[in-house]
């Protein structure tokens, strides 16, 4: 089974405002439509089987109505597994966890420079303790800033890490967007997953061949940051920048499957 591990999608009457959001925040020019209608068409073009759809509550008061999206998203749609979201200031999380497990949804996004907070915030250890054993992590990490002032950087990823060895982790954008370098140093060979959404072409060739070479392979998954890319594009520019093989990529592609339903 074929698997893109980091999609996005919205309900269809704030898409385009979502996208709109982006594009004035993070300057982000979205290719496709970021309907869950549109990534599927997508992705079955290009033969991707099975879709990981992320949401993020950038408040606490978005939380709720997040995960009701999720759970929406779990229950509607065969070829999706959705990620719920969960934010340091919600008093309470407890009970939006109970909520995930019981319409099935296993997995949470944290993406702190989008939600306004670090990723070394003290309040996420409770989190962290009472969720690890039930969902997987899809954690930002990396930015335009320098790591000592980016709310997440490949070193609080590792610290986290450290500090919960059994924590399911997929460090988005290989371990660090902007910040492969320092990925390198910390992340990679760890037990960590990472994804390689949008970090072709921003990434030197030879920085990622050598991440990619160094990271366990069958820790390595398809990402695409849908609806910023487009998953058939997303394949081939990986495919080309890596130097993979189609059997290389057919692995890439096929190790989403595992950490989802393994």
Request: proline share 6%; with cysteine; glycine share 6%.
């Amino acid at each position: 089974m074929f698997v893109d591990v980091h999609t996005h999608v919205f309900h269809p009457h704030i898409a385009e405002k979502a996208k709109q959001v982006l594009k004035n925040q993070y300057g982000l020019d979205c290719r496709c439509k970021g309907t869950a209608e549109d990534l599927l068409m997508r992705a079955q073009r290009c033969g991707i089987d099975h879709v990981v759809a992320l949401c993020a509550a950038t408040t606490a008061s978005q939380v709720q109505p997040c995960n009701g999206y999720a759970c929406y998203l779990q229950n509607t749609y065969p070829e999706i597994t959705a990620f719920g979201s969960i934010h340091p200031d919600c008093a309470d999380w407890k009970a939006e966890l109970d909520r995930l497990r019981i319409y099935g949804v296993r997995g949470l996004k944290l993406h702190p420079d989008f939600q306004g907070y670090r990723l070394d915030d003290p309040r996420l250890l409770p989190i962290f303790e009472e969720a690890q054993h039930d969902f997987v992590f899809m954690i930002h990490i990396g930015d335009r800033l320098p790591p000592e002032k980016n709310p997440s950087c490949p070193y609080k990823m590792a610290k986290v890490l450290d500090t919960f060895p059994d924590l399911r982790v997929i460090a988005a954008h290989l371990g660090g967007y902007r910040q492969w370098s320092h990925s390198l140093d910390v992340l990679v060979g760890r037990n960590v997953w990472m994804d390689t959404s949008s970090c072709v072409p921003e990434i030197e060739p030879g920085l990622l061949k050598t991440i990619l070479r160094r990271h366990p392979r069958d820790y390595v998954l398809f990402g695409t940051d849908y609806p910023i890319h487009d998953p058939w594009e997303e394949m081939e520019s990986l495919q080309r920048s890596a130097g993979f093989t189609s059997s290389e990529l057919d692995e890439v592609l096929s190790n989403g499957s595992h950490i989802l339903f393994g």
